[in-house]
DNA sequence: CCAGATGTTGAACACGCGGTCAATGGAGGG
DNA sequence: CCCTCCATTGACCGCGTGTTCAACATCTGG
């Protein structure tokens, strides 16, 4: 007994929604068609029906993931800051939040981190996103750069930025493997009195 | 045709030889006990009659690879280093080689790493190598804690190694995900200024 | 009201996995 | 010299996977 037809696109939404349930509670690893399928209530024939394959799942589920979450992206009440120190710290503290604010999200970013090691396709999503992580770092990099430039004098923007960006993941990669000893509000007080000096002969 | 035969401590170095020669190659994705024994030029049944299971030659597969590369030591040559600040430096610089020149052992890391997301006993043995690596920290974050009572009033130790790790660990996970993009030298000359000032007013 | 198009189902397929174990044969002690 | 160990082999098992596809249900346009 077949179930109801549905639209191209529901179906496809359905499906994806399912996926990202599965993937959140059992991992890229237990992420399989026809868990997926099950948690939809579907027959597990359709999903590569609608989703040519696997990888295809997977790469529409990586954008979903970058969409859903507003993860990885500089909100405009970061934007609105006028100083650069204040929005690198408003930054920083927004990532921390998400430690434990969004721990199945940030689950989910390493898991594909991690496929991205040894699939192309998903590394290439990956490193866009990095980049663009990276990037969005650059105005407040360079105004500290700016601030201080004899002691910066060999220090470019972009390695400032990736020093910054490893803050965050550093910390991420250590949430994820030991969610209860590693301290966000110790790291967040440590972090800002390490930083707080860097913009001030700016202001 | 049966292989000759060999004593037990040889047969268990081969085979761990194997799977880390496997490991590396393929990622512990690939790593299967079929593949071991082929790379070993053994039948697959010999696996696990040395090693209990395949979790088993994991575990011991990840003991190995704490001991053999010298990987997260902090070595005597930089605890000869009198000033705390050097040491800091010296093992940022010392890890950041390390994402070069043994880039496989890191990509070997950050595997189980991954693993150890799912898996209570990797976990564990994750961790317990995470605590060790902090607390080889202690010290010289101690004594930066002590320069500045002022300025790190509310920042506990603990807390400091955390975003001193989070340094290496943040880098290590860019550089896994992309080798080429990410400079090194760059990020070690940022880090180098950002760090420079710290200990200065305790010398 | 009836085709033709299309979403849906679930059996089936080939594959590779971890694990098991009877059979084999080499090595060493009696 | 033979006989007992035991390392070694490779066929075999059960399982779960991604994928395919004939059969079928449902919907839609004429």
Do not use: C
């Not at 400032?160 to 007080?189: H, M, N, W």
């Amino acid at each position: 007994m077949p179930g109801s037809k549905a639209g191209e696109l529901e179906r496809k939404e359905q499906i994806l929604s399912a996926a990202f349930t599965v993937a959140t509670r059992e991992g890229l690893e237990g992420l399989t068609i026809r868990r997926v399928a099950t948690e939809a209530g579907l027959s597990h024939g359709l999903v590569p029906f609608h989703f040519e394959s696997k990888d295809r799942l997977l790469a529409a589920l990586l954008d979903r993931l970058f969409a859903s979450t507003g993860a990885f992206e500089v909100g405009p009440e970061i934007l609105r800051l006028e100083s650069p120190l204040e929005r690198l710290l408003a930054l920083l503290r927004q990532e921390m939040a998400r430690l434990t604010s969004d721990r199945a999200g940030i689950q989910l970013f390493f898991d594909f981190w991690h496929m991205g090691t040894r699939h192309p396709r998903i590394r290439a999503k990956m490193r866009a996103e990095l980049k663009r992580y990276r990037e969005a770092f650059s105005p407040m990099v360079e105004q500290v750069l700016q601030a201080d430039p004899r002691r910066f004098a060999d220090v470019s923007p972009d390695g400032l930025a990736a020093v910054v960006v490893s803050f965050i993941k550093g910390s991420a990669v250590q949430s994820v493997i030991d969610p209860e000893g590693f301290d966000v509000a110790q790291f967040t007080v440590a972090a800002n009195a390490l930083l707080s000096e860097l913009g001030e002969s700016s202001a």
